[in-house]
């Protein structure tokens, strides 16, 4: 069965200061991955989503930014904090064969500060 | 991208049936319908999605006009445990071969005992 984790779950991080926020999926080939975040009490933006190694989308220009270095992993950095970056960050996968249905990681909530 | 529609927030009593209304009059052709449960600092849960017509499962209905311009999520007999946000997606293949979906702001749904 496919399987999806991501890490840290939990971060406070200063202004200025870099991010990486790593997902990885099992159990799948080729998935399209997503990083989505979530600010309190809003709800979810799609921010990068990714069809192949090296292959990155962005949706919204920002302070982020994300590599896939590898089938089944997608990373997402920054190398300067905001405070408006403070968030949920959610990482999902589907396939071709799904017909839009999301697959969603457990998240990481970061706090800028 | 079609846009998508649904109330804020709504309030329900434990036992009875919940009706949620999204309107997505911009639904392209080949656009599926999907709702999503979040429950707090988790990520969404894929509840049901269809085409056209009527899509049921062992915890919700889905009901589509032929229109397609709007859907309604059905959720018999809600529980406490049914107090969550629920979103609803339209979506198919960006021609990038990834599939965009955009969550809106959902709808709050609290059920009261």
């Known amino acids: 069965s496919q399987t999806i984790h991501q890490w840290p779950a939990t971060l406070v991080q200063p202004v200025g200061s870099p991010l990486s926020l790593e997902c990885t999926v099992e159990?799948?080939?080729?998935?399209?991955l997503y990083w989505y975040r979530q600010a309190a009490g809003r709800g979810l933006q799609l921010l990068f989503y990714s069809v192949g190694i090296g292959q990155i989308s962005s949706e919204v220009p920002q302070n982020l930014s994300a590599s896939r270095p590898q089938d089944r992993q997608f990373i997402l950095s920054s190398k300067k904090l905001l405070l408006s970056d403070s968030g949920f960050y959610l990482c999902a996968w589907n396939g071709l064969a799904g017909a839009g249905e999301l697959f969603f990681g457990e998240g990481s909530r970061l706090t800028v500060l | 991208l079609a846009k998508t529609t649904q109330p804020i927030s709504m309030d329900s009593y434990e036992g009875q049936e919940v009706n949620i209304t999204c309107s997505h009059n911009n639904i392209a052709t080949n656009d599926y319908i999907t709702w999503y449960q979040q429950f707090p600092s988790q990520g969404p849960r894929f509840i049901i999605q269809?085409?056209?017509t009527k899509v049921t499962n062992e915890v919700a209905s889905l009901f589509i006009p032929a229109d397609r311009k709007s859907s309604t999520l059905s959720l018999p007999r809600v529980s406490l445990s049914d107090t969550a946000v629920y979103y609803c997606?339209?979506?198919?293949?960006?021609?990038?071969?990834?599939?965009?979906?955009?969550f809106g702001k959902g709808t709050k749904l609290s059920v009261i005992p």
């Open positions: 269809g085409y056209k």
């Open positions: 997606l339209v979506g198919g293949y960006s021609g990038a071969g990834s599939y965009q979906l955009t």
């Open positions: 159990g799948t080939s080729n998935p399209n």
